[in-house]
């Protein structure tokens, strides 16, 4: 019995470039043509390949969280200083955030697309944002324990300080047209971290 024709295309790069258009759009505003355009590929291929626009998005998802999160989540957990794991991951975020068409963080950017009832997609975000958390509360407890932040606040305290603070960076900076902004809330920040 014949197996059909091979794929004319990588599903990892139409993934990835599913991705940039959800990302830059969000899930509503995203057209299934625009995603075949970008994608190269067919309608066909998309079905049998990805399922139906909800299911690419998932998949979309999920494939942002095992590049960008992990990413971060990589450079706060790595060798040396905590604090200053901490520190260049703000400042990276200020910096990408700050330039010109800043796309922001497509799990923030993808929160408003979605009624509270789409319990599959909310449970997906929620899972990558947890994630972020929990990251930043492991590094804040690291530096605790180095005496490099003050243990007068809870840990899981910070990181959901942390992780507001840098998802709300994230939104405001697709609309910024002040690089301050973020400077001094990184800055304000890294001084409350370390006081105390």
Same mark, same amino acid.
């Given at each position: 019995?014949?197996?059909?024709?091979?794929?004319?295309?990588?599903?990892?790069?139409?993934?990835?470039?599913?991705?940039?258009?959800?990302?830059?759009?969000?899930?509503?505003?995203?057209?299934?043509?625009?995603?075949?355009?970008?994608?190269?590929?067919?309608?066909?291929? &998309?079905?049998?390949?990805?399922?139906?626009?909800?299911?690419?998005?998932?998949?979309?998802?999920?494939?942002?969280?095992?590049?960008?999160?992990?990413?971060?989540?990589?450079?706060?957990?790595?060798?040396?200083?905590? &604090?200053?794991?901490?520190?260049?991951? &703000?400042?990276?975020?200020?910096?990408?955030?700050?330039?010109?068409?800043?796309?922001?963080?497509?799990?923030?950017?993808?929160?408003?697309?979605?009624?509270?009832?789409?319990?599959?997609?909310?449970?997906?975000?929620?899972?990558?944002?947890?994630?972020?958390?929990?990251?930043?509360?492991?590094?804040?407890?690291?530096?605790?324990?180095?005496?490099?932040?003050?243990?007068?606040?809870?840990?899981?305290?910070?990181?959901?300080?942390?992780?507001?603070?840098?998802?709300?960076?994230?939104?405001?900076?697709?609309?910024?047209?002040?690089?301050?902004?973020?400077?001094?809330?990184?800055?304000?920040?890294?001084?409350? &971290?370390?006081?105390?």
């Amino acid at each position: 019995m014949s197996r059909g024709p091979e794929k004319q295309f990588d599903p990892d790069i139409a993934l990835a470039k599913a991705m940039e258009v959800f990302w830059a759009r969000g899930y509503e505003a995203a057209s299934l043509s625009e995603l075949l355009k970008h994608m190269d590929i067919g309608k066909k291929s &998309l079905y049998d390949t990805f399922g139906n626009k909800r299911s690419l998005f998932l998949k979309a998802l999920d494939h942002y969280a095992q590049t960008e999160v992990k990413s971060i989540r990589d450079q706060l957990l790595a060798l040396g200083s905590p &604090l200053a794991n901490i520190e260049r991951v &703000l400042k990276h975020l200020q910096h990408r955030h700050s330039l010109l068409r800043s796309q922001g963080c497509m799990l923030g950017t993808n929160i408003a697309d979605f009624n509270t009832d789409e319990a599959e997609i909310a449970a997906m975000l929620r899972h990558h944002l947890q994630k972020l958390e929990d990251a930043y509360c492991t590094v804040i407890a690291h530096a605790q324990k180095a005496g490099e932040i003050s243990a007068t606040i809870d840990s899981r305290s910070l990181a959901r300080l942390l992780l507001c603070t840098t998802q709300g960076m994230a939104l405001i900076g697709r609309v910024l047209e002040d690089e301050m902004l973020l400077h001094s809330t990184v800055e304000a920040t890294l001084a409350l &971290l370390k006081a105390g």
